[in-house]
């Protein structure tokens, strides 16, 4: 027997799929989400688009990218390098994208939709290790001025217009 088949024997199931973790919180998102769309109250919309649609669209997406992502770490776990550092943890790319959003959170109200997602966008992006700045920006602004878009033309709701409102 080789060595690398004797380790993978004694590490078990859960070495190598730290991971889930990940899959995990995205239900725990959808269910927290399923829970608020259950608990709202809409007046004779029967819409094909509305208050609820795009609520239960994120729901499915979540599911399913959280059903993808839990047989891809299965099927494929990580092997420990070497070194002896996990591969799963990068605690500078979780700080950034934890830092990007309280700065969305904090920025939603006073900057605006637009400028506070485009900034999530960029920040989220960095995180996970994008290094070209100026197009991330200006992809978040087209994104975020897009779903803004979708919501005033489909929903007849504006999201927060921040400096925008200013206008």
């Known amino acids: 027997m080789s060595d690398t088949t004797e380790t993978t024997a004694h590490r078990g199931f859960w070495a190598g799929r730290a991971a889930l973790l990940m899959p995990a919180v995205l239900v725990g998102i959808a269910v927290f989400l399923g829970i608020g769309v259950?608990?709202?109250?809409?007046?004779?919309?029967?819409?094909?688009?509305?208050?609820?649609?795009?609520?239960?669209?994120?729901?499915?997406?979540?599911?399913?990218?959280?059903?993808?992502?839990?047989?891809?770490?299965?099927?494929?776990?990580?092997?420990?390098?070497?070194?002896?550092?996990?591969?799963?943890?990068?605690?500078?790319?979780?700080?950034?994208?934890?830092?990007?959003?309280?700065?969305?959170?904090?920025?939603?109200?006073?900057?605006?939709?637009?400028?506070?997602?485009a900034l999530l966008f960029a920040g989220v992006a960095v995180g996970l290790g994008s290094r070209r700045y100026g197009l991330l920006i200006c992809v978040g602004f087209i994104i975020s001025s897009l779903v803004q878009l979708v919501f005033v033309g489909l929903l007849g709701l504006s999201l927060p217009p921040g400096v925008f409102g200013l206008f």
């Open 38 to 117: 259950a608990q709202m109250e809409v007046a004779g919309s029967e819409e094909l688009f509305g208050p609820k649609a795009f609520p239960l669209i994120t729901i499915a997406l979540l599911l399913v990218v959280a059903v993808l992502l839990t047989i891809s770490i299965i099927r494929n776990p990580e092997e420990p390098r070497p070194d002896g550092e996990n591969p799963s943890s990068n605690w500078r790319s979780v700080g950034i994208v934890v830092g990007t959003l309280v700065l969305f959170i904090a920025l939603l109200e006073t900057a605006g939709w637009i400028i506070a997602a």
